[in-house]
């Protein structure tokens, strides 16, 4: 699984740089969507033990959140 650290990095630094709401909206696909980055790090806690699944998922969707809320700002 990609490091949710450096995946949060990235999209912050993009939604930073971001001028149009085009780029926006695919960053916005990218990171959150379902086919999304963070999308696919949901499909994959399926392959984790049992036991790991909840701390790993609270992660995910902590970083969901910042992202949402970089990608709002960015507007």
Do not use: T, W, Y
């Amino acid at each position: 699984m990609e490091d949710l650290k450096q995946i949060l990095s990235s999209a912050r630094l993009r939604a930073r740089r971001a001028r149009k709401f085009d780029a926006l909206a695919q960053l916005r696909s990218e990171f959150l969507g379902k086919k999304g980055v963070l999308g696919q790090a949901m499909r994959q806690l399926g392959k984790l033990p049992p036991e790991e699944r909840p701390k790993q998922g609270a992660a995910i969707n902590a970083i969901k959140v910042k992202i949402e809320e970089s990608l709002s700002k960015a507007h």
